[in-house]
């Protein structure tokens, strides 16, 4: 089976290789599963450069997610038939051809768009976390996000209007307001100095309750001067690597809640029954297309290099799959 593996910390491009192992059939309570499509994530990016905020054990394979195909079950399992299809939601590793692990790290894929239930498990999960865990949203509240124009802040987007939420969505540029409206995003602005002003305007001075942050830095001092009071606001990640200088004022006088959120302790912490809910409440919305995630573009193993350029490249327009096997 073949499997791309880094060994060293460094430029994705440089570091990755594409490596070939002996095939091994499944043990007691193990399947082995042909992969059919695995997504690159800046996360992934990161931590084969060692900028993650968790560290890979050298040598280690990428990829956090995917969908496969049962070809073979080991003693002892029951659940998996081979020929179904399989969500990769806790196996690891899944920058390979083929994986054979514990039938824990799978979960039944129902009928779908293979593809879009290959990426289920981190960017939608991340939208649906962040919209259901902080603040209890009712239909006709506000939100705001920045970087709206990622594959989060599009799902984001998408899942809010799904429950009749109303988004205001930060982008860098005005062209980008088009397609998230086309997405069902209520207000779109382009950041700027004066961008709380610009947010009351358009949204009619609405009380917005939760805020999601990925960008850091101005945005989000920007971004808390449009929140109403008792807000809360997420910060998830820190695409401009630059740090906020905390706005001490807006908080006393606002009582605004910073909260973090990071995807990988949910999955290590929630307890099966509540991993299985998450699932559950996305999984009918990406199986039947009511929501989506852009792919720009799709390449084999042996094209690596290639793949993580093009997933790094500031001009891309959604995600990039590895798809090890034609389906």
Same mark, same amino acid.
């Given at each position: 089976?073949?499997?791309v593996?880094?060994?060293q #910390?460094?430029?994705?491009?440089?570091?990755?290789q594409?490596?070939?192992? +002996?095939?091994?059939?499944?043990?007691?309570?193990?399947i082995?599963?042909?992969?059919?499509?695995t997504?690159?994530? +800046?996360a992934? #990016?990161?931590?084969i450069?060692?900028?993650? =905020?968790?560290a890979?054990e #050298?040598?280690?394979?990428p990829?956090?997610?995917?969908?496969?195909?049962?070809i073979?079950? $080991?003693? $002892? %399992?029951?659940?998996y038939?081979?020929g179904q299809?399989?969500?990769?939601?806790g196996?690891?590793? !899944?920058?390979?051809?083929?994986?054979?692990?514990p039938?824990?790290?799978?979960?039944?894929?129902?009928?779908?768009d293979?593809?879009?239930?290959?990426?289920i498990?981190?960017?939608?999960m991340?939208?649906h976390l962040?919209? !259901?865990?902080?603040?209890?949203?009712?239909?006709?509240?506000?939100?705001?996000q920045?970087?709206?124009?990622?594959a989060?802040?599009?799902?984001v987007?998408?899942? =809010? =209007?799904?429950?009749g939420?109303?988004t205001?969505?930060?982008?860098?540029?005005?062209e980008? =307001?088009f397609?998230?409206k086309?997405?069902?995003?209520? %207000?779109?602005?382009v950041?700027?100095?004066?961008?709380a002003e610009?947010?009351?305007?358009a949204?009619g001075?609405?009380?917005?309750?939760?805020a999601?942050?990925?960008?850091? $830095?101005?945005t989000h001092q920007?971004?808390?001067e !449009?929140?109403?009071? $008792?807000?809360?606001?997420v %910060?998830y990640?820190?695409?401009s690597?630059?740090?906020?200088?905390?706005?001490?004022?807006?908080?006393?006088?606002?009582?605004?809640?910073p909260r973090?959120?990071?995807?990988?302790?949910?999955?290590?912490?929630?307890?099966?029954?509540?991993?299985?809910?998450?699932?559950?409440a996305?999984? +009918? #919305? %990406?199986?039947?297309?009511?929501?989506?995630?852009?792919?720009?573009?799709r390449?084999?193993?042996?094209e690596?290099?290639?793949?993580?350029?093009?997933a790094?490249a500031?001009?891309?327009?959604g995600?990039?799959?590895?798809? +090890?096997?034609?389906?």
């Amino acid at each position: 089976m073949k499997v791309v593996e880094f060994s060293q #910390l460094g430029n994705p491009a440089d570091v990755l290789q594409l490596k070939t192992l +002996p095939e091994r059939s499944p043990g007691p309570g193990e399947i082995r599963v042909q992969v059919l499509a695995t997504p690159i994530h +800046p996360a992934n #990016l990161l931590q084969i450069a060692g900028q993650y =905020a968790a560290a890979a054990e #050298l040598p280690s394979v990428p990829g956090g997610e995917g969908i496969g195909r049962v070809i073979e079950t $080991g003693p $002892g %399992v029951e659940q998996y038939q081979t020929g179904q299809n399989v969500l990769l939601a806790g196996v690891g590793g !899944t920058w390979r051809d083929e994986i054979v692990a514990p039938v824990e790290g799978f979960v039944p894929a129902p009928p779908g768009d293979i593809e879009q239930l290959s990426m289920i498990a981190v960017n939608p999960m991340t939208a649906h976390l962040m919209l !259901t865990d902080f603040v209890d949203l009712k239909e006709g509240d506000w939100i705001i996000q920045s970087a709206a124009n990622s594959a989060v802040g599009e799902m984001v987007i998408q899942l =809010a =209007a799904q429950r009749g939420i109303n988004t205001v969505n930060i982008v860098r540029r005005e062209e980008l =307001a088009f397609s998230l409206k086309a997405l069902g995003a209520t %207000v779109v602005v382009v950041d700027g100095p004066d961008l709380a002003e610009r947010v009351h305007a358009a949204t009619g001075g609405a009380d917005i309750r939760l805020a999601f942050d990925a960008v850091a $830095g101005d945005t989000h001092q920007r971004m808390i001067e !449009t929140l109403g009071y $008792g807000a809360s606001i997420v %910060v998830y990640g820190s695409l401009s690597g630059k740090q906020p200088e905390l706005n001490l004022r807006a908080m006393i006088t606002k009582d605004i809640r910073p909260r973090g959120f990071w995807l990988a302790h949910w999955y290590q912490t929630a307890n099966p029954e509540t991993k299985q809910a998450a699932m559950a409440a996305l999984v +009918p #919305l %990406v199986a039947s297309g009511q929501v989506k995630t852009k792919i720009d573009s799709r390449f084999p193993l042996e094209e690596i290099g290639e793949a993580v350029t093009r997933a790094a490249a500031s001009g891309r327009d959604g995600k990039v799959l590895l798809t +090890p096997t034609h389906h």
